[in-house]
């Protein structure tokens, strides 16, 4: 095959096109008439975040895929090691240590560890001993996300912590047993249940749906159904109760209104929900085709918060409508869509969990980020890959698709 | 492995989130304003209000500067308290108070320190400005009154309220609106039209620019002057003649239909309503029942008419042709309507009246024969009296002449139907309302309706609505007003009506009201009136009456005067009303020793008896 079409020029061109979308709009959102130097500054620093990308990905087409499979541990350990050294040289911004500052830079070590347990579980399923099904091998796999996972929670950085626990989701498209993403999903049905309905009318519906359940099985054995319905709907009950007692407890009222406010519960549209108000009027208010390049009244009026950063998406949908926001999201999804597809042509294990665990880094990115700004999940602080402002961010991505490009490329046997 | 795992996933987040793009982005119509309300602001250019004139051109109403002291509490830093609570003339807690009321509303946006400072305080306020970082002076314009009278005519403009607001969107808060009188009627003329300029401003409230450089911005449309049709000269004149009396004066040009001067006392200067005072002012006047000073009694005062109506009905049985001018009663100082029923006259007993005698000695009797004539001609009482209630309503009786003030009243005029409801199956007849004869019945009239009825008879069967506006910055408007209203008695029979109330101030009972070099036709009033002291119905001291235009062919004016409680016509309304017509046709007054006693009577003895809570003797 010719050298140069065994490269994915695709995912590439997807990625500048979607750099290059956001540095557009983060020079819109931060651009005043009357002095555009603060607007060409956050431009100035994303431009040298993107430059550096460009240059890594270069860098690591000169690697050899076989350098990422071997060292993939130590670059694990490395990227725990960073994140561990945070409380003993991170600085601290806005209540979180997740900052390293260097010169006049800051950087985040775990949008990097990111890439680093993408690689350390590609390493550890695509090891001729795995068996994904096997326990002792799962609750490895289950140990390698959750170490960094942990670390990052207690910076603390949840958005993050979360993006990394993703990669239960490349579990299970792997082949974990479906035992898990059973009890992920009915856990989640009962927690937003619970939120809704009241810890008792859930408490309730479980014994009915348990009671029932017994009644229409009486042929078969009837005892052990009985014993293990009971169990089952015991721990229902229990989870049910702890997800009240957290919410009210645990939860502080920032949490509890986050919830709230997203179920419907409450309206406070200059308090708490602030934030997904005034989101959702930016992006509603941009119509069909929007109102124009630098024309974004909500966007010029800085009246949704973060917006260069984590509500970029807003400054698109005010400013490029409909047209443009669904265009962006159709990026995003063929991006993600494509490396998926070239992860299942890929012929090693290793090669092929490593693709995964990009698309997946990259969907909980876009997923958790365009919910939040569109109002469909509440306020988590993740930003939108690469798009938003921030230079760890688009350097891990970079790291990440440069990595990808490299392994994709050599596609060894 | 899961292969399809990953793309469904990713596909189904894909599909959701494109629906729920679409559902805020296309189909929500709720957040497209909402962005417009957050984050553009409307600023309004205002043009300056219109001025108002009198019919001479004299400058009557004008704006004059105010000035806001506005406080944008972020901005302040330490400044010397004392100086600036000694240039306000404020106290310190005050201050303190105020402070922090603008604080409580925003920190950022400018709130009103202090409103509507004169040009005085704003002078010596101006030069220190610089030492108190953090407010600033706003300049706003107020209205300025060139005249201490006329403000029942002129009226005055306030702040939108919400029903303004709700009613016409064009108001928005803050703004001002012509409340009451011209300002009112001509509201749209005088304020013009505000332009609009759009700002972009920021989370913050702040402005930060214009909004897509001004495409959508909207210039002012400059307001317009007026010119009324009052003589201020004469008004002032004869709020003078009224002074520490009660009622009204209104004059009309018979051949215009323009109001000259509509007297109101007692009355308020218009200055009273500007300026800081402003509302405190406004209470007093406002809660004063006793001497209305917001009530028009030359618009709104509904009186019965008296003897002057008696020529109504002279008019009415000349053209149902019930009487002739020469037809002649019989008055015994009086005579019985009805069994038992007696109606007292002046005259001497014995006297016999023609039409011409019945006016000037406004014989009771005369007209009573007259009236019961008119009503009982058909011997059908309903008929007779609808007829007759028809007759009076083209002269405009009974219903809104239709002139260009806000205020005013209907006045009444009974018909078959309402004696129907007080005298059921038909057991009524002339006699039963013959109060109405002499103009003390069921009728009211307001003196605007009363001059205009002057007004009509001396045009000999016609009038203009009168109105108060001469012309719109040099055009005139309103085409209405230069239609005739003809009346429904013919022309021939106005000319023995007009002799006998020229006889009326040669040799009747007005004879006071004679200027030398002027014929002058009158009707005087004497009328009965009732209050109610304690729930008790009391009889009043009678107003004092009188109609009257000048000169007889080619009349000037019409005029109607009342004065509250002043006994017979002769008294006080009819010297009243004679000085004005001889001010308004020669200029200037040679009887100076009646304009003074005039201008120095007082009734407030009279108006202290209902009062009083003492039993009081009437008409003395």
């Given at each position: 095959m010719n050298k140069l079409t065994r490269f994915d020029w695709y995912s590439l061109i997807l990625y500048i096109i979607l750099v290059v979308i956001g540095l557009v709009n983060i020079y819109s959102t931060m651009y005043n008439s009357s002095d555009n130097s603060i607007a060409l500054g956050f431009i100035q620093k994303q431009v040298i975040s993107f430059g550096l990308g460009i240059v890594l990905i270069c860098i690591i087409q000169f690697f050899d895929t076989r350098f990422f499979e071997r060292y993939a541990s130590i670059i694990y350990l490395i990227s725990i090691a960073s994140l561990i050294g945070l409380w003993f040289f991170g600085t601290e911004v806005s209540g979180a240590r997740s900052w390293y500052g260097i010169g006049g830079f800051s950087l985040q070590p775990s949008e990097f560890a990111k890439v680093a347990v993408a690689l350390a579980l590609a390493k550890f399923l695509g090891d001729f001993n795995t068996q994904i099904k096997r326990t002792k091998d799962y609750l490895g796999a289950f140990l390698i996300m959750g170490i960094p996972a942990i670390l990052t929670l207690l910076q603390p950085d949840p958005g993050t912590a979360l993006v990394l626990l993703g990669f239960f989701l490349v579990l299970h498209s792997e082949g974990l047993p479906s035992f898990f993403f059973t009890i992920l999903i009915s856990l989640f049905v009962l927690f937003i249940s619970t939120l809704l309905l009241g810890m008792y009318w859930v408490m309730f519906a479980i014994m009915l749906l348990v009671t029932l359940n017994i009644a229409f099985q009486f042929k078969r054995k009837r005892k052990k159904v009985v014993f293990s319905a009971v169990i089952t709907s015991l721990l229902f009950c229990g989870f049910t109760y702890s997800v009240s007692y957290i919410f009210e407890h645990i939860f502080e009222?920032?949490?509890?209104?986050?919830?709230?406010?997203?179920?419907?519960?409450?309206?406070?549209?200059?308090g708490i929900g602030y934030n997904i108000n005034q989101s959702q009027i930016a992006i509603g208010s941009g119509r069909f085709s929007g109102k124009g390049f630098l024309e974004g009244t909500q966007t010029k009026g800085g009246f949704v918060p973060e917006q260069q950063t984590d509500y970029i998406f807003t400054t698109i949908g005010e400013e490029w409508g409909f047209v443009g926001s669904a265009f962006v999201l159709l990026l995003f999804v063929a991006l993600i869509l494509r490396i998926v597809r070239v992860a299942y042509k890929q012929k090693t294990t290793f090669a092929r969990v490593y693709c995964l665990g990009f698309a997946c880094t990259l969907f909980i990115h876009v997923a958790i980020n365009l919910g939040m700004v569109a109002g469909l999940i509440p306020t988590i602080g993740i930003p939108l890959a690469l798009m938003s402002y921030g230079g760890s961010s688009l350097l891990a991505f970079s790291i990440f698709l440069g990595i990808y490009l490299r392994i994709v490329y050599q596609r060894m046997d | 492995m899961r292969t399809r795992f990953f793309p469904i996933l990713v596909g189904s987040f894909g599909i959701i989130l494109l629906i729920r793009l679409f559902s805020l982005q296309i189909l929500?119509?709720?957040?497209?304003?909402?962005?417009?309300?957050?984050?553009?602001?409307?600023?309004?250019?205002?043009?300056?209000?219109?001025?108002?004139?009198?019919?001479?051109?004299?400058?009557?109403?004008?704006?004059?500067?105010?000035?806001?002291?506005?406080?944008?509490?972020?901005?302040?830093?330490?400044?010397?308290?004392?100086?600036?609570?000694?240039?306000?003339?404020?106290?310190?807690?005050?201050?303190?108070?105020?402070?922090?009321?603008?604080?409580s509303y925003s920190?950022?946006?400018?709130?009103?320190?202090?409103?509507?400072?004169?040009?005085?305080?704003?002078?010596?306020?101006?030069?220190?400005?610089?030492?108190?970082?953090?407010?600033?002076?706003?300049?706003?314009?107020?209205?300025?009154?060139?005249?201490?009278?006329?403000?029942?005519?002129?009226?005055?403009?306030?702040?939108?309220?919400?029903?303004?607001?709700?009613?016409?969107?064009?108001?928005?808060?803050?703004?001002?609106?012509?409340?009451?009188?011209?300002?009112?009627?001509?509201?749209?003329?005088?304020?013009?039209?505000?332009?609009?300029?759009?700002?972009?401003?920021?989370?913050?409230?702040?402005?930060?620019?214009?909004?897509?450089?001004?495409?959508?911005?909207?210039?002012?449309?400059?307001?317009?002057?007026?010119?009324?049709?009052?003589?201020?000269?004469?008004?002032?004149?004869?709020?003078?003649?009224?002074?520490?009396?009660?009622?009204?004066?209104?004059?009309?040009?018979?051949?215009?239909?323009?109001?000259?001067?509509?007297?109101?006392?007692?009355?308020?200067?218009?200055?009273?309503?500007?300026?800081?005072?402003?509302?405190?002012?406004?209470?007093?006047?406002?809660?004063?029942?006793?001497?209305?000073?917001?009530?028009?009694?030359?618009?709104?005062?509904?009186?019965?008419?008296?003897?002057?109506?008696?020529?109504?009905?002279?008019?009415i049985a000349l053209e149902e042709g019930v009487i002739t001018p020469k037809a002649t009663f019989n008055c015994y100082s009086g005579h019985f309507y009805a069994r038992g029923q007696f109606m007292e006259?002046?005259?001497?007993?014995?006297?016999?009246?023609?039409?011409?005698?019945?006016?000037?000695?406004?014989?009771?009797?005369?007209?009573?024969?007259?009236?019961?004539?008119?009503?009982?001609?058909?011997?059908?009482?309903?008929?007779?009296?609808?007829?007759?209630?028809?007759?009076?309503?083209?002269?405009?009786?009974?219903?809104?002449?239709?002139?260009?003030?806000?205020?005013?009243?209907?006045?009444y005029v009974p018909n078959a139907n309402f004696y129907n409801l007080w005298y059921p199956n038909q057991r009524w007849r002339g006699a039963t309302t013959v109060s109405n004869a002499i103009g003390q019945g069921e009728i009211l009239m307001t003196p605007i309706q009363l001059a205009n009825v002057a007004a009509t008879i001396a045009n000999r069967g016609f009038f203009y609505t009168p109105h108060f506006v001469k012309g719109i910055q040099g055009d005139f408007i309103t085409p209405g007003f230069k239609a005739k209203r003809h009346t429904t008695i013919a022309n021939e029979h106005f000319k023995p009506v007009v002799e006998?109330?020229?006889?009326?101030?040669?040799?009747?009972?007005?004879?006071?009201?004679?200027?030398?070099?002027?014929?002058?036709?009158?009707?005087?009033?004497?009328?009965?009136?009732?209050?109610?002291?304690?729930?008790?119905?009391?009889?009043?001291?009678?107003?004092?009456?009188?109609?009257?235009?000048?000169?007889?062919?080619?009349?000037k004016i019409a005029i109607a005067v009342i004065v509250e409680n002043g006994y017979w016509g002769g008294r006080w309304a009819a010297p009243i009303a004679s000085l004005v017509i001889e001010k308004y046709i020669k200029g200037n007054v040679k009887r100076t020793w009646l304009e003074k006693r005039m201008m120095e009577g007082s009734l407030e003895a009279e108006y202290a008896k209902v009062t009083s809570n003492k039993p009081f003797n009437i008409n003395e």
């Open positions: 009222q920032r949490h509890r209104d986050r919830f709230n406010i997203l179920l419907g519960k409450e309206v406070d549209t200059q | 929500s119509d709720e957040y497209g304003d909402l962005s417009l309300k957050n984050s553009v602001l409307k600023q309004y250019v205002y043009p300056e209000r219109g001025y108002i004139f009198d019919r001479n051109g004299k400058l009557l109403v004008s704006n004059q500067p105010m000035y806001d002291l506005m406080v944008v509490p972020n901005n302040l830093k330490a400044f010397d308290t004392l100086d600036l609570c000694r240039m306000l003339k404020l106290s310190k807690q005050e201050l303190g108070f105020k402070i922090a009321k603008a604080k920190l950022r946006a400018p709130s009103v320190l202090l409103g509507q400072i004169s040009k005085q305080d704003y002078a010596t306020l101006q030069e220190k400005m610089w030492k108190f970082p953090g407010m600033y002076i706003q300049r706003k314009s107020v209205r300025a009154y060139q005249t201490d009278v006329a403000s029942n005519i002129l009226g005055y403009i306030s702040e939108v309220n919400y029903f303004d607001m709700e009613t016409n969107p064009y108001y928005k808060r803050g703004e001002l609106i012509g409340r009451q009188g011209i300002e009112k009627t001509y509201e749209k003329i005088l304020r013009g039209k505000k332009g609009v300029t759009y700002l972009q401003r920021d989370k913050f409230n702040r402005v930060i620019g214009s909004y897509k450089d001004g495409v959508f911005d909207t210039l002012p449309v400059p307001a317009q002057d007026i010119t009324l049709s009052i003589d201020i000269d004469l008004q002032e004149y004869g709020t003078k003649l009224l002074a520490n009396k009660r009622g009204g004066i209104l004059a009309i040009e018979p051949n215009s239909g323009e109001i000259l001067m509509s007297v109101s006392t007692p009355t308020y200067a218009p200055n009273l309503l500007v300026g800081r005072e402003r509302s405190e002012n406004f209470k007093v006047l406002k809660q004063d029942t006793l001497n209305r000073y917001l009530f028009d009694r030359s618009l709104q005062g509904q009186y019965p008419p008296g003897s002057p109506f008696k020529v109504l009905n002279a008019l006259c002046k005259c001497k007993p014995g006297t016999v009246n023609n039409l011409d005698r019945g006016i000037h000695n406004s014989c009771n009797t005369y007209f009573s024969n007259v009236y019961r004539r008119i009503i009982d001609k058909d011997n059908n009482a309903a008929e007779g009296i609808n007829t007759w209630q028809r007759h009076l309503s083209s002269f405009g009786l009974g219903n809104y002449l239709g002139y260009d003030h806000p205020v005013g009243q209907s006045g006998g109330m020229a006889n009326v101030v040669k040799k009747g009972t007005a004879r006071i009201a004679a200027v030398r070099g002027i014929e002058v036709c009158g009707k005087t009033g004497t009328i009965e009136n009732f209050t109610k002291i304690n729930g008790v119905r009391t009889q009043l001291t009678d107003h004092s009456m009188f109609i009257a235009f000048a000169p007889k062919e080619n009349p």
